[in-house]
Nanobody, 126 residues
C-alpha cells in the first residue's frame, strides 16, 4: 500500500523558516516524481513546487520562487520542502503528492498525481 506522510508543519513567525518532510512507503520512491501543493481556507489547492525522479529538476510557483526549496533523498524515501522568509499568506495545509507517470508539463495539475499525503498545517503569524 502506497503511503505518503507529511510532517514538520507548525506555527512560525513571519520571516522564519520551516522544513517539511514527506516520507514515502509502499512504492519504488525513485520511480516517482513529487509535487508539493497547498490549500488555504476558502482557496483552491495550488501548486507550490515539483521535483523530478532523480532530484535533478525542480520547478516552483512564482509566489514561492526564491524562498522555497524542494528536494529529495531517495536513499531515505523522503522528500523535503524547505521554506524560508515565510509570509502570512503562506499559511495553508501543505500536501505532498507522487506519481510515476506524470511529466513536467503537468507538474502543477493536482489531478495528475495518483498519491497524496494527509497534509500538514503551516501557520505564519505576522
Amino acid at each position: 500500500q502506497v503511503q505518503l506522510v507529511e510532517s514538520g508543519g507548525g506555527l512560525v513567525q513571519a520571516g522564519g523558516s520551516l522544513r517539511l518532510s514527506c516520507a514515502a512507503s509502499g512504492l519504488s520512491f525513485s520511480s516517482y516524481a513529487m509535487g508539493w501543493f497547498r490549500q488555504a481556507p476558502g482557496k483552491e489547492r495550488e501548486f507550490v513546487g515539483y521535483v523530478s525522479r532523480s532530484g535533478g529538476i525542480t520547478y516552483y510557483a512564482d509566489s514561492v520562487k526564491g524562498r522555497f526549496t524542494i528536494s529529495r533523498d531517495n536513499a531515505k524515501n523522503t522528500g523535503y520542502l524547505q521554506m524560508s522568509s515565510l509570509k502570512p499568506e503562506d499559511t495553508a495545509v501543505y500536501y505532498c503528492a507522487a506519481d510515476n507517470n506524470i511529466v513536467a508539463k503537468y507538474k502543477s495539475d493536482a489531478k495528475k498525481y495518483d498519491y497524496w499525503g494527509q497534509g500538514t498545517q503551516v501557520t505564519v503569524s505576522s
